[in-house]
């Protein structure tokens, strides 16, 4: 899986750690559901932290995202507007 986090560039996952990722988004979701500020940031820091453990494509490298990251500066606000019921990472 590839996964691009807006304005750092992408990370290819392997295929085992997929699981792991979904779980760290479904931290991310329900922090954001209970608008929960501290937990947002920590679990947002989490995700971004797991991606970034990845293998770096480098930068004059292009892929297609199979899930794309907001920059790790964004708020509960615009996480809440990101958000689906999947979570960030749909899956």
């Given amino acids: 899986m590839i996964v691009r986090i807006m304005g750092e560039g992408q990370w290819v996952l392997a295929d085992d750690k997929i699981d792991q990722l979904n779980a760290v988004d479904t931290d991310l979701e329900k922090a954001v559901s209970a ?15 797991f991606v970034r453990n990845g293998e770096r494509v480098p930068d ?3 892929h ?3 899930a794309i990251l907001p920059p790790g500066d964004s708020t509960l606000a615009e996480m809440r507007e990101l958000i689906s019921g999947d979570g960030l990472i749909a899956g």
Avoid: H, I, K
């Fill in 64 to 66: 297609d995202s199979d």
């Fill in 60 to 62: 004059d490298v292009l």
């Fill in 35 to 49: 608008n929960d500020e501290d937990g947002f940031r920590t679990a947002f820091a989490a995700l971004l932290d």
